[in-house]
């Protein structure tokens, strides 16, 4: 790491934890019905479009509110009176693999990186479960969080908070972590979905890649706090007189005798950084993201999940 | 006192400096919020390495205004500690030390021991000791020596010197207690026995050492058969046989023949015994040195009176007026010439004939008789009463060093002062300036 130097005395985190608010289940339950129903229509006209009706029967599942209502059995309806779709082969085998980064420089900014990370979590795999997906959910840092969680009914939901309202940045451990462990490795090849939300901040986009392969997809959600996109708005610190530190590497940096100068320069690397990410994704039919914790996932899940 | 001297400038309130805390505590906390508050953040990597040099250096920058602050803190406080030249390397104290001369200063201080120390001994050194003080410092003491007595010491010396030896032996004659206050004066410094007047000098700065003592019993008088000895403040008066004369007079050659009848007149009356020699005598009357013969010139004849008396004199050699050596003129002729001249033991005439009124003749013996009784030596063993009683408690008291300096080295000192008062004033021309300057650039938001 140039021009920064470590050393001990590290700043408090700001934001460690993760809090739902009140009406954050509203929230989710708002989107997951409104995706879910977008994915739906994209969905039929997909097959539509490339392969016709013709596309594997595989049976029903009972009907949710705000679906595609060119999926609901009507027949059925009459018969048992009770709402059912039918369900196709290529979303009823769909695993998804969502992965969050809970590295300790997840912990930075406020509202913090891992609870923003965490809200596009839960809301994805809220889609997920609304779409029939049957999702796995890992967390780095901790031995207790990096325990995956399975995840294959609507109802599994709350263990999904339970899980992620529980969560402590902390430690080094990042996605980097996550994409080498052979275990988890091992899952994801299986699954058609690969969700990882993080600040991508530890990873190479070459480990990331090698998780590719088939048809399946991945979703890159890179979650940056706002004095992370910029220094001089943030407004905990005065950057002419702080000492940035990198809570997992415990670099240190600073804008030096020209502020200005000094923003101007960090701004540049962190575009450059930001850029890396998105040619990569775009290179490879990756869905990239790059947010402010500070925004609300309703803003930038939608462009993630596409 | 300059304690704090620095590149030949001293302070002469080196406590204000106590008041450089607060430029220091200012320039602490300074440093103290120039330390940079750490923040965490993911990003920090983005930072380069050139700027974390540049922010090393910045930690220790100072803003104009918090700079000119500190200045002006500095000049003000070194304006309040009044900064002064510092004191020349051997500047001289000129001092004149006064050694009183009078009987009771070789009484000795214990009266059971008439050989021990005695009060001129003590005073001395005590004096001596505060001597010895003196060239520490970086100054050269010079001390004038006199003794106050007619003729008596008078020798410059350094102060390590040591006191001059004549000081300790006692004059030929009895010499009267000084009257202190005709020598007070700068650098002055007594040494007596008794402080009795110290306190009516107490605002002159001169400096006073004295033995002290307690009452000396002895003799007190002397008469033709003996001594009067007195025991003590609670002692009689009891008179003392002598085994031989103590009284004596001796006439020398060249005393006219009637006065000389006239003394012998008067020491028989008296019980005095005639002597062979000056030496031995308590009262010696000479003539003039190579008298001239009366009636050797025109114009010889003085005539002079006093005490209702007057007379001619023949063959006058007219003695000095002065009074030099104790000496002092007891008849002055009409043309101003000293006649006679008398001391504690001794009457001198400058003339060889006299030839005293008739109808004034009573008044003639009467007057020359008190002559003689006035300066008739008692014996050394006699001292008065005045002399014998105690002397107090004993007392040291520096004189003011200040006033003693030599002129050259006040008018130095003069000049130093002017010095310093005008550095005191640019220091404090400078701090309103500086501090004028960071309140602009407080304003202007520099600082």
Same mark, same amino acid.
């Given at each position: 790491?140039?021009?920064?130097?470590?050393?001990?005395?590290l700043p408090p985190l700001p934001s460690p934890?993760?809090?739902?608010?009140?009406?954050?289940?509203?929230?989710?339950?708002?989107?997951?019905?409104?995706?879910?129903?977008?994915?739906?229509?994209?969905?039929?006209?997909?097959?539509?479009?490339?392969?016709?009706?013709?596309?594997?029967?595989?049976?029903?599942?009972?009907?949710?509110?705000? *679906?595609?209502?060119?999926?609901?059995?009507?027949?059925?309806?009459?018969?048992?009176?009770?709402?059912?779709?039918?369900?196709?082969?290529?979303?009823?085998?769909?695993?998804?693999?969502?992965?969050?980064?809970?590295?300790a420089s997840?912990g930075v900014g406020?509202?913090?990186?891992?609870?923003?990370?965490?809200?596009?979590?839960?809301?994805?795999?809220?889609?997920?479960?609304?779409?029939?997906?049957?999702?796995?959910?890992?967390?780095?840092?901790?031995?207790?969080?990096?325990?995956?969680?399975?995840?294959?009914?609507?109802?599994?939901?709350?263990?999904?908070?339970?899980?992620?309202?529980?969560?402590?940045a902390?430690?080094?451990?990042?996605? *980097? *972590?996550?994409?080498?462990?052979?275990?988890?490795?091992?899952?994801?090849?299986?699954?058609?979905? $690969?969700?990882?939300?993080?600040?991508? $901040?530890?990873?190479?986009?070459?480990?990331?890649?090698?998780?590719?392969?088939?048809?399946?997809?991945?979703?890159?959600?890179?979650?940056?706090a706002?004095e992370e996109?910029?220094?001089?708005?943030?407004?905990r610190a005065?950057?002419?007189?702080?000492?940035y530190v990198d809570p997992e590497?415990?670099?240190?940096?600073?804008?030096?005798?020209?502020?200005?100068?000094?923003?101007?320069?960090?701004?540049?690397?962190?575009?450059?950084?930001?850029?890396?990410?998105?040619?990569?994704?775009?290179?490879?039919?990756?869905?990239?993201?790059?947010?402010?914790?500070?925004?609300?996932?309703?803003?930038?899940?939608?462009?993630?999940?596409? | 006192?300059?304690?704090?001297?620095?590149?030949?400038?001293?302070?002469?309130?080196?406590?204000?400096?106590?008041?450089?805390?607060?430029?220091?505590?200012?320039?602490?906390?300074?440093?103290?919020?120039?330390?940079?508050?750490a923040v965490a953040l993911g990003?920090a990597?983005?930072?380069?390495?050139?700027?974390?040099?540049?922010?090393?250096?910045?930690?220790?920058?100072?803003?104009?205004?918090?700079?000119?602050?500190?200045?002006?803190?500095?000049?003000?406080?070194?304006?309040?500690?009044?900064?002064?030249?510092?004191?020349?390397?051997?500047?001289?104290?000129?001092?004149?030390?006064?050694?009183?001369?009078?009987?009771?200063?070789?009484?000795?201080?214990?009266?059971?021991?008439?050989?021990?120390?005695? /009060?001129?001994?003590?005073?001395?050194?005590?004096?001596?000791?505060?001597?010895?003080?003196?060239?520490?410092?970086?100054?050269?003491?010079?001390?004038?020596?006199?003794?106050?007595?007619?003729?008596? %010491?008078?020798?410059?010396?350094?102060?390590?010197?040591?006191?001059?030896?004549?000081?300790?032996?006692?004059?030929?004659?009895?010499?009267?207690?000084? /009257?202190?206050?005709?020598?007070?004066?700068?650098?002055?410094?007594?040494?007596?026995?008794?402080?009795?007047?110290?306190?009516?000098?107490?605002?002159?700065?001169?400096?006073?050492?004295?033995?002290?003592?307690?009452?000396?019993?002895?003799?007190?008088?002397?008469? !033709? !058969?003996?001594?009067?000895?007195?025991?003590? #403040?609670?002692?009689?008066?009891?008179?003392?046989?002598?085994?031989?004369? %103590?009284?004596?007079?001796?006439?020398?050659?060249?005393?006219?023949?009637?006065?000389?009848?006239?003394?012998?007149?008067?020491?028989?009356?008296?019980?005095?015994?005639?002597?062979?020699?000056?030496?031995?005598?308590?009262?010696?009357?000479?003539?003039?040195?190579?008298?001239?013969?009366?009636?050797?010139?025109?114009?010889?004849?003085?005539?002079?009176? /006093?005490?209702?008396?007057?007379?001619?004199?023949?063959?006058?050699?007219?003695?000095?007026?002065?009074?030099?050596?104790?000496?002092?003129?007891?008849?002055?002729?009409?043309?101003?010439?000293?006649?006679?001249?008398?001391?504690?033991?001794?009457?001198?005439?400058?003339?060889?004939?006299?030839?005293?009124?008739?109808?004034?003749?009573?008044?003639?013996?009467?007057?020359?008789?008190?002559?003689?009784?006035?300066?008739? #030596?008692?014996?050394?063993?006699?001292?008065?009463?005045?002399?014998?009683?105690?002397?107090?408690?004993?007392?040291?008291?520096?004189?003011?060093?200040?006033?003693? %300096?030599?002129?050259?080295?006040? !008018?130095?000192?003069?000049?130093?002062?002017?010095?310093?008062?005008?550095?005191?004033?640019?220091?404090?021309?400078?701090?309103?300036?500086?501090?004028?300057?960071?309140?602009?650039?407080?304003?202007?938001?520099?600082?």
């Amino acid at each position: 790491m140039v021009g920064v130097r470590s050393s001990g005395g590290l700043p408090p985190l700001p934001s460690p934890g993760v809090v739902f608010k009140g009406d954050f289940l509203a929230r989710i339950g708002a989107f997951a019905t409104q995706l879910a129903a977008a994915r739906e229509r994209e969905e039929v006209g997909r097959r539509r479009t490339l392969q016709g009706d013709g596309q594997e029967f595989v049976g029903y599942r009972p009907y949710r509110p705000g *679906e595609d209502l060119r999926r609901f059995d009507w027949e059925l309806l009459a018969r048992l009176d009770r709402p059912y779709v039918r369900v196709h082969r290529s979303e009823a085998r769909e695993d998804w693999w969502i992965a969050v980064d809970a590295s300790a420089s997840m912990g930075v900014g406020e509202p913090g990186k891992l609870q923003s990370a965490a809200e596009a979590a839960v809301a994805s795999t809220a889609v997920g479960l609304r779409l029939g997906a049957r999702i796995t959910l890992v967390l780095s840092g901790s031995a207790g969080q990096a325990r995956p969680l399975s995840l294959t009914r609507t109802e599994d939901l709350g263990r999904a908070l339970a899980t992620l309202g529980a969560a402590q940045a902390g430690g080094q451990g990042g996605l *980097e *972590e996550l994409v080498s462990h052979q275990g988890h490795r091992a899952y994801a090849r299986r699954c058609g979905r $690969l969700f990882l939300l993080g600040d991508f $901040l530890d990873v190479d986009p070459a480990d990331v890649l090698r998780m590719l392969g088939g048809r399946r997809r991945m979703h890159l959600g890179q979650v940056l706090a706002p004095e992370e996109w910029d220094p001089a708005a943030g407004a905990r610190a005065d950057p002419g007189t702080s000492e940035y530190v990198d809570p997992e590497s415990t670099a240190r940096g600073r804008v030096g005798a020209d502020p200005r100068r000094g923003l101007e320069r960090y701004e540049q690397s962190l575009d450059a950084f930001i850029t890396r990410w998105s040619g990569v994704a775009a290179a490879h039919g990756v869905s990239h993201r790059a947010w402010s914790s500070a925004d609300a996932f309703e803003s930038f899940l939608p462009d993630l999940l596409r | 006192m300059m304690p704090l001297a620095i590149l030949g400038w001293g302070l002469t309130v080196p406590g204000a400096m106590v008041a450089l805390a607060l430029p220091l505590g200012i320039l602490l906390l300074s440093f103290m919020r120039r330390r940079p508050q750490a923040v965490a953040l993911g990003t920090a990597r983005f930072f380069g390495e050139g700027v974390e040099a540049e922010a090393s250096r910045r930690r220790w920058h100072l803003s104009g205004a918090r700079f000119w602050a500190l200045v002006a803190l500095l000049l003000g406080i070194l304006a309040a500690s009044r900064p002064r030249p510092s004191a020349e390397e051997n500047a001289v104290v000129l001092l004149t030390v006064y050694v009183d001369r009078s009987p009771s200063m070789f009484l000795p201080m214990d009266p059971v021991d008439p050989d021990g120390e005695r /009060r001129v001994d003590r005073a001395l050194a005590a004096t001596a000791i505060w001597l010895e003080t003196l060239d520490e410092g970086g100054q050269r003491a010079v001390i004038r020596w006199r003794a106050l007595e007619p003729g008596g %010491l008078d020798l410059t010396l350094d102060s390590g010197e040591g006191v001059p030896g004549a000081l300790v032996r006692p004059p030929a004659r009895a010499i009267p207690a000084p /009257r202190w206050g005709q020598w007070a004066a700068p650098g002055a410094v007594f040494v007596t026995d008794s402080a009795q007047f110290a306190s009516a000098l107490e605002g002159s700065a001169v400096g006073v050492f004295a033995s002290g003592g307690a009452t000396v019993p002895g003799p007190v008088s002397a008469g !033709s !058969s003996g001594l009067l000895t007195w025991g003590g #403040a609670d002692g009689p008066l009891e008179p003392l046989d002598a085994a031989e004369p %103590l009284l004596q007079v001796h006439v020398g050659d060249g005393v006219p023949g009637p006065l000389r009848s006239l003394v012998r007149l008067w020491a028989d009356e008296r019980g005095i015994q005639p002597s062979g020699g000056a030496e031995s005598a308590g009262l010696t009357v000479r003539g003039p040195a190579g008298a001239r013969e009366p009636g050797a010139g025109p114009g010889d004849e003085i005539s002079a009176g /006093r005490d209702g008396w007057s007379a001619s004199f023949d063959g006058a050699t007219p003695l000095p007026l002065g009074t030099q050596e104790g000496w002092r003129p007891w008849l002055v002729g009409d043309g101003g010439e000293c006649l006679v001249r008398a001391r504690s033991g001794e009457v001198e005439v400058g003339f060889a004939a006299v030839r005293p009124s008739p109808s004034m003749m009573e008044a003639f013996v009467v007057s020359w008789a008190r002559l003689l009784d006035e300066h008739l #030596a008692p014996p050394a063993a006699v001292v008065s009463m005045e002399e014998r009683s105690a002397a107090g408690a004993p007392m040291s008291r520096e004189p003011a060093l200040e006033g003693a %300096l030599d002129p050259e080295v006040l !008018s130095r000192r003069a000049a130093r002062a002017a010095r310093g008062r005008r550095a005191e004033l640019l220091l404090a021309a400078g701090a309103a300036a500086a501090g004028l300057l960071a309140f602009a650039l407080r304003l202007r938001g520099s600082g």
